[in-house]
């Protein structure tokens, strides 16, 4: 299974991107920064100059049973920036 969960496509996010050229992703959390920069550049044919990440934990879910309440936190998660090269760009809405 690859690397990249799924593109971060948010208000903030398209902000950043219009303004930096930087774009989000949720990736898995074993992950480190080369393995994530060679995945974005072999997916979208395009040159990553750096990327940054951070861990994040997933939201609380609670549910309601028999014994009472059961309150828990779902799978930690990674976010990665990546910085493209000027001129790049990524368009996630191509392959729709």
């Known amino acids: ?3 990249i969960i799924k593109p971060l496509v948010t208000e903030k ?5 219009d303004k ?3 774009f989000g992703f949720i ?3 074993e992950a480190n ?3 994530i920069k060679r995945e974005v550049e072999m997916h ?8 940054n990440t951070t861990r994040y934990a997933g939201k609380t879910k609670s549910r309601y049973t028999r014994a009472g309440i ?3 936190r779902t799978n930690a998660f ?16 191509s392959n729709i």
């Open 33 to 35: 920064k080369l393995e």
């Open 70 to 72: 059961i309150k828990g």
């Open 78 to 93: 990674k976010k990665a920036i990546v910085t493209l090269k000027d001129g790049d760009s990524i368009d996630f809405y």
């Open 13 to 17: 996010m398209t902000a950043i991107t």
């Open 27 to 29: 990736v898995r959390p």
């Open 20 to 22: 930096l050229n930087r």
């Open 44 to 51: 979208y044919n395009v040159t990553v100059v750096d990327v």
């Open 1 to 3: 299974m690859g690397i």
